[in-house]
């Protein structure tokens, strides 16, 4: 019971370090990552882990959970005030949990859901065939307009008016422009659809005021929170006051047991780093910071869907460099290289999930490492030397060691005795 993790489990323990290395020496591009700060970190470990508390503040189903409710009731508070919701969930485990929940409350098995198509910018969780979503509910999806590649509302309209709808979900994983919701709403009103806002991505930029609000149009948001939120890894359900206790009653008992106490607190922690000023700072200059990227990327040859980027992802559209280049090939020449992106479909792709035609790559993690507009075109630079280059494997060992240098300049956290968060 005494021994520290070194000490009792070196196997486990150098693992971890050698991830925190990993984080440390490699630039990580991935836009649904971030590095959440020490004390997120710390919250997370803390005995809070260890209490069972079914239920809700002051109506659980397991004594002793004084401070599992106060816990729970600040992480409540902070995220109503942070988000200016009426009802706010913080249980889910994760987003696609958040959003099934939500399914749950407000639909029946075989009702319609009107969503982004997968391939198109969309997540698994708003109907692909294999997951809960695709198999419980009959799924309509729209997709990109191939002119803008841009979501075409009249296109929304139509088919919310076509097919009717009970839930329309709007919000992606790969989509680079802002999404008003002002007008879904409209779209929702006209055939009586519950609207549902899946921020995800985008819920960092929403609290900094860099990116369109919800709240007021959307009868429930979900988001997680370990995104452009920056907070540990979890997920959130705002809610309109009407919707909150069948909300609450789908998350618990409808889908989850006990909550992740330690998880919450983490999250209340990482809500109060929202409200700070730096906070609102920061998510400027991941919209600053991925412009500038754009930009320069698409100086150097590359063709990014609809030209450019609007919030903190980009995505690359590799044949504009060669037919032959797919998305995988260049996610693996790149991790050579120290850089870490993702493959991902670009909008009417004719390559699969798996292999794709594009690479998706953000700036949010770049930026919690104090990265500015400089280094941004620098980064870029590196990315076009490895792709224009790639049959040299030892121009990808060169650019390790710049982003070596790079990383170095710009350390996360503070050393490796810091895996422990002491
Ligand atoms: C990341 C994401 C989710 C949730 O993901 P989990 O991995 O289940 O936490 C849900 N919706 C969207 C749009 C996302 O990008």
């Known amino acids: 019971m005494k021994q520290s993790l070194k000490n009792f489990d070196p196997e486990v323990f150098e693992i971890a370090v050698g991830d925190l290395a990993r984080q440390q020496s490699c630039l990580t591009l991935i836009p649904s990552e971030n590095y959440a700060s020490r004390a997120v970190m710390q919250a997370q470990s803390t005995v809070l882990a260890n209490k069972y508390a079914e239920g809700y503040p002051e109506t659980r189903y397991y004594n002793g959970c004084h401070y599992s409710d106060q816990i729970e009731q600040l992480a409540i ?21 958040a959003n099934i929940a939500v399914f749950h409350a407000l639909l029946s098995p075989g009702d319609t859901i009107l969503s982004m198509k997968l391939d198109h910018g969309g997540h698994l969780s708003h109907g692909l065939p294999q997951n809960f979503s695709g198999k419980y509910y009959n799924i309509v999806h729209y997709g990109l307009d191939p002119e803008t590649e841009r979501i075409n509302l009249e296109t929304v309209a139509d088919l919310a008016d076509q097919h009717r709808p009970r ?48 709240v007021p149009y959307c009868d429930v948001v979900t988001t997680t929170t370990h995104k452009t939120l920056r907070g540990p890894r979890g997920a959130i359900i705002l809610c309109r006051q009407e919707l909150a206790d069948s909300i609450d009653k789908s998350v618990f008992p409808g889908l989850q047991g006990g909550p992740f106490m330690h998880a919450i607190a983490a999250r209340a922690v990482a809500f109060k780093e929202a409200a700070q000023p730096e906070f609102t700072s920061y998510q400027e200059q991941i919209i600053s910071n991925a412009r500038v ?24 559209d590799l044949t504009s460099i060669s037919a032959k280049l797919s998305g995988r090939q260049a996610a693996n020449y790149l991790e050579e290289a120290g850089i870490i992106v993702n493959k991902n479909t670009i909008p009417f792709d004719t390559r699969s999930p798996n292999t794709t035609s594009g690479i998706r790559i953000g700036t949010p993690m770049v930026t919690t490492r104090g990265m ?40 996360i956290y503070e050393g490796i005795d810091q895996v422990l968060w002491s």
């Open 293 to 316: 990227m754009a930009n320069r990327l698409m100086e150097n040859g590359f063709r990014l869907v609809t030209g450019g980027t609007e919030n903190h992802l980009m995505l690359i």
């Open 77 to 97: 508070d902070r995220a109503k005030e942070l988000f200016g919701a009426d009802h706010v969930n913080v249980q889910p485990h994760s987003g696609s949990q």
């Open 167 to 214: 839930l329309i979900i709007v919000g992606a994983s790969a989509y680079p422009c802002q999404i008003g919701f002002a007008e879904w709403r409209k779209i929702a009103d006209s055939v009586d659809a519950y609207l549902l806002g899946d921020v995800a991505h985008v819920a960092g930029l929403i609290v900094g005021k860099v990116h369109p609000d919800p």
């Open 372 to 411: 500015k507009e400089d280094q941004m075109t620098q980064v870029a630079n590196l990315i076009t030397e490895v792709i224009q280059n790639r049959r040299q494997a030892s121009t990808r060992q060169k650019i390790k060691t710049r982003v070596e240098e790079l990383c170095q300049a710009f350390p």
